[in-house]
């Protein structure tokens, strides 16, 4: 069962506009949501995380939405750079476990 | 401060062998999970030790096992390898227990990437 999925394998984005990467989930129990960059030959590294009890949270270029009533988070790069080129996982902590489940992720690439 | 550093970065195994796979964490962070990440699935939770303890197992076979050793170091093992054991495994430390449930983040390393043929 997929409790966090990323529907959309991939993205192009022009640099400078906008990139919105989206994300739903399944599990109402989520407390918390991140996301994860991941270039090639490198470990994810996180990003940006949001509490289930806000509805936006914003770090620089980097802003997360969480929408509950749908079951829906996007994150939105303005302006996208070519060094945003990567892969990027939503992912949500399994309630008193050390364990994250994992979207299957969004490939982004940002075009010059 | 040194990452967290995994080894081998790259393997290549037949079907029938086993492997073992090497993690040392971030210094001081003591909760050391596992995930194996392939194409179409995402990264999918192995296991976590806390105190050279299982604390928490995901939905694999029990050909995939794993220990902490004192100094928080960690191993995972597959046996019997299978052709869709192939992936790349990653390991992650965290400085507390529960530090993920609390939102908190995962340090990943650079993981293993193994190949059964």
């Known amino acids: 069962d997929q409790q966090v999925k990323q529907n959309s394998p991939s993205l192009s984005v022009q640099e400078g506009r906008i990139s919105i990467l989206n994300c739903d989930y399944t599990n109402s129990m989520f407390d918390y949501f991140l996301w994860y960059k991941k270039y090639p030959a490198e470990g994810p590294t996180f990003l940006i995380s949001i509490s289930s009890i806000k509805d936006k949270n914003e770090d620089g270029r980097f802003t997360v939405f969480l929408n509950k009533s749908a079951k829906h988070l996007s994150l939105h790069i303005v302006p996208s750079q070519p060094g945003d080129s990567a892969v990027y996982f939503c992912a949500a902590p399994i309630q008193g476990a050390q364990k994250l489940v994992f979207g299957q992720g969004t490939r982004l690439t940002i075009n010059p | 401060k040194a990452g967290v550093t995994q080894t081998p970065r790259y393997l290549i195994k037949t079907r029938g062998q086993q492997v073992t796979l090497s993690c040392s964490p971030i210094?001081?962070?003591?909760?050391v999970s596992w995930y194996q990440q392939t194409p179409g699935q995402g990264l999918q939770f192995l296991f976590e030790y806390f105190s050279e303890t299982q604390r928490n197992k995901g939905n694999f076979p029990g050909r995939f096992s794993g220990r902490q050793f004192s100094n928080s170091r960690s191993e995972m093992n597959v046996s019997t390898l299978e052709l869709g054991d192939s992936a790349l495994y990653l390991c992650a430390s965290s400085l507390q227990i529960n530090r993920v449930a609390s939102g908190g983040e995962l340090f990943f390393g650079e993981g293993s990437r193994l190949t059964v043929l």
């Open positions: 210094s001081g962070h003591r909760s």
